[in-house]
């Protein structure tokens, strides 16, 4: 009898912790955690102690039914006081370790903007069924995206921009089916844009810039109806810019600058729901597309730094709207056209081309 009292006692004991507090294994692998990280100035872990990490741990959440540890937000750049009280911004040094992945509970894994994080992204990290976020901004993270990270179905974020990402994007990217934030950019990574790009068809946001990606543009991308951002500007990106890209729907911010982007321009790009189109320092050859009209609507327009040649062509009075306008160094000649969009350019919008004349250059 005392021994089944006992046993009783035992089962309310343990029951009652999963309840009312982080399991003992949760807590354990945020202690592994955090001894592989040193943080120095302001002292964010010195709330990490007692039992419960769902209570008051800094930067730890829990889900409130399970008391299972479900979101990691550490933020090195926030509003928040312990760090207007320190008059600076984080900094932290160390890896990830592997132990966050017996977190399997995990939505999201937020270690952004501490400056001296170093390591590897921990492969295991695929294994986290219900990761939604996975944002490690802002580090010196090396290593490759892990090859499988195509199976994490219910991720819709994905930003490891600024840190020293190498190797190439995994082709498995392509399966993060619920994926709309894609942020590679100023790393290391090298390789093409996989083929399969277009199946990521919840993706809004494609930002790849500042790193060594070369090889065309894949067609598929046209396949993402969502795509807003585009960005895969400073890579070594070569090949036409494929006509179908400017057939997208709501695709508004197109950067390919400081690539080797050769061929013609698509006159599908003149006409589009592009607001902000940016294609300097390429190779792009032939006339501008004379196809201006009414859709056309552009925040900024930059074709400077090309192979252009022909006339600026008339039709591009007839734009709804151009704010910024840059066509200097290529090799166009002729009038530039009288209209509203065109009072307020300066010069260096038309600088060190062939033969263009009229205001604001020489008169003709």
């Known amino acids: 009898m005392g021994t089944a009292l006992f046993i009783t006692a035992v089962f309310i004991l343990v029951a009652g912790t999963a309840v009312n507090g982080c399991p003992l294994s949760d807590r354990a692998a945020l202690l592994a955690f955090k001894a592989a990280l040193h943080e120095p100035y302001l002292g964010i872990f010195k709330s990490w102690t007692g039992h419960d990490c769902c209570h008051k741990w800094y930067g730890i959440s829990c889900d409130p039914t399970t008391k299972r540890v479900a979101d990691i937000n550490l933020r090195g750049e926030s509003e928040d006081p312990i760090f207007q009280k320190a008059h600076r911004t984080g900094y932290m040094n160390g890896s990830i370790s592997p132990a966050i992945c017996k977190l399997t509970r995990l939505s999201s894994v937020i270690i952004a903007d501490w400056k001296g994080i170093s390591g590897v992204i921990p492969k295991c990290i695929t294994s986290l069924p219900f990761l939604r976020i996975l944002d490690l901004i802002g580090n010196q993270i090396s290593g490759e995206i892990p090859f499988d990270i195509g199976k994490l179905s219910r991720l819709t974020v994905l930003n490891v921009a600024d840190n020293r ?26 390789g093409t844009i996989p083929q399969n790009f277009g199946k990521l068809r919840m993706l ?35 090949g036409p810019i494929p ?5 997208m729907a709501v695709l508004a911010t197109l950067n390919l600058d400081g690539n080797k982007i050769s061929g013609k321009l698509p006159a599908t790009l003149m006409n589009s729901s592009i607001s902000i189109l940016n294609l300097s320092r390429n190779a792009i050859e032939g006339n501008i597309p004379d196809v201006f009209g009414p859709r056309s609507y552009f925040m900024m327009i930059d074709l400077s730094y090309n192979n252009l040649k022909g006339p600026i062509p008339k039709s591009i009075s007839s734009a709804s709207y151009i704010g910024h306008l840059d066509l200097s160094h290529n090799h166009l000649c002729g009038a530039i056209p009288a209209g509203s969009w065109f009072e307020h ?18 008169t003709c």
Request: glycine share 6%; hydrophobic share 35%; net charge positive.
């Open 345 to 362: 350019l300066e010069a260096s919008s038309f600088i060190n081309n062939d033969c263009l004349c009229g205001k604001p250059l020489k």
């Open 165 to 190: 990402i190498t190797g190439r994007m995994p082709r498995s990217i392509a399966n993060l089916s619920s994926l709309m934030h894609l942020d590679l950019r100023n790393n290391l990574i090298s």
């Open 243 to 247: 006509e179908s890209i400017g057939k």
């Open 204 to 238: 809004s946001r494609a930002l790849l810039s500042g790193n060594r990606i070369y090889g065309p543009i894949p067609y598929t991308i046209s396949y993402i109806y969502r795509l807003s951002d585009l960005d895969l500007s400073l890579n070594r990106i070569s």
